[in-house]
């Protein structure tokens, strides 16, 4: 039976007693259904795992006994940023997810002219913390052991003055691929749009920021498609696969 793993972003160390919070223990006790006894794994996003196994598991409490710290490292070899148009609902739940699963470094939620989501004040904080929630269930799920960051969501304007390493902008008007790139040296920065893409006068800022445009392929890809299509080729070319 495969081992589930779970997230607990609190300290850990070998032969501690872990009392799970409502909602870790309610996901542990009622969607994994273990039970006491049982062996899981556990990370907090400081780097490796931990072995644990179930003390109490009742309506009442959940407490785990953690184990053996094993140094296990799952990270892609290549620091990439993601800066995502915001789109609705579950594209951009399945955009983030999995570029998780796809080794990104960092995630920024992006404002841009044709974004059809609008997020001010309590919803933008209910929006940011489900993104997070996403991100823990997909390192969960993939086997990693560091949690990318979900940074605040905010303009594109805003952002591009933050980008760092080799700066990719996705755009299927684009004459150029990703194989006409020389390999990067650091970080690379990948900036993918929303839903109806960028203006082009966002186009023009992200040139102007030193972002080189690329394409894809012939056909014009969705907004959750295409994120995720540069992430496994960037992967393919000079990061996980890369020889």
Same mark, same amino acid.
């Given at each position: 039976?495969?081992?589930?793993?779970?997230?607990?972003?609190?300290?850990?160390?070998?032969?501690?007693?872990?009392?799970?919070?409502? $909602?870790?223990?309610?996901?542990?006790?009622?969607?994994?259904? *273990?039970?006491?006894?049982?062996?899981?794994?556990?990370?907090?996003? $400081?780097?490796?795992?931990?072995?644990?196994?179930?003390?109490?598991?009742?309506?009442?409490?959940?407490?785990?006994?953690?184990?053996?710290?094993?140094?296990?490292?799952?990270?892609?070899?290549?620091?990439?940023?993601?800066?995502?148009?915001?789109?609705?609902?579950?594209?951009?739940?399945?955009? %983030?997810?999995?570029?998780?699963?796809?080794?990104?470094?960092?995630?920024?939620?992006?404002? =841009?002219?044709?974004?059809?989501?609008?997020?001010?004040?309590?919803?933008?904080?209910?929006?940011?913390?489900?993104?997070?929630?996403?991100?823990?269930?997909?390192?969960?799920?993939?086997?990693?052991?560091?949690?990318? $960051?979900?940074?605040?969501?905010?303009? *594109?304007?805003?952002?591009?003055?933050?980008?760092?390493?080799?700066?990719?902008?996705?755009?299927?008007?684009?004459?150029?691929?990703?194989?006409?790139?020389?390999?990067p040296v650091g970080s690379v920065t990948l900036l993918s749009g929303p839903e109806?893409?960028?203006?082009?006068? $966002?186009?023009?800022?992200?040139?102007?920021?030193?972002?080189?445009?690329?394409?894809?392929?012939?056909?014009?890809?969705? =907004?959750? =498609?295409?994120?995720?299509?540069?992430?496994?080729? %960037?992967? =393919?070319?000079?990061?996980?696969?890369?020889?």
């Amino acid at each position: 039976m495969r081992i589930s793993r779970l997230y607990l972003p609190v300290p850990l160390a070998s032969g501690a007693d872990v009392v799970l919070d409502g $909602e870790r223990a309610h996901y542990l006790r009622t969607v994994l259904r *273990l039970k006491r006894g049982f062996d899981l794994t556990v990370f907090n996003g $400081e780097g490796g795992e931990f072995a644990a196994r179930i003390g109490v598991c009742h309506r009442e409490a959940v407490s785990l006994t953690v184990g053996a710290h094993r140094p296990d490292d799952r990270e892609s070899r290549l620091d990439v940023r993601l800066g995502l148009g915001i789109s609705r609902g579950e594209r951009m739940d399945l955009a %983030i997810q999995k570029a998780v699963e796809l080794g990104v470094g960092a995630i920024t939620p992006l404002f =841009t002219e044709r974004c059809v989501v609008q997020l001010d004040g309590e919803r933008k904080a209910q929006r940011l913390e489900h993104w997070r929630r996403v991100v823990w269930a997909a390192c969960e799920q993939s086997g990693r052991n560091r949690v990318p $960051e979900v940074l605040e969501p905010r303009s *594109l304007e805003a952002w591009l003055p933050e980008a760092a390493g080799l700066r990719i902008c996705l755009d299927p008007h684009a004459v150029h691929g990703l194989r006409e790139l020389a390999p990067p040296v650091g970080s690379v920065t990948l900036l993918s749009g929303p839903e109806g893409g960028f203006s082009d006068a $966002e186009r023009d800022m992200a040139v102007a920021a030193a972002f080189v445009p690329i394409r894809l392929g012939p056909r014009v890809l969705r =907004t959750e =498609t295409a994120a995720l299509a540069a992430l496994a080729a %960037i992967q =393919t070319l000079w990061g996980d696969m890369a020889v």
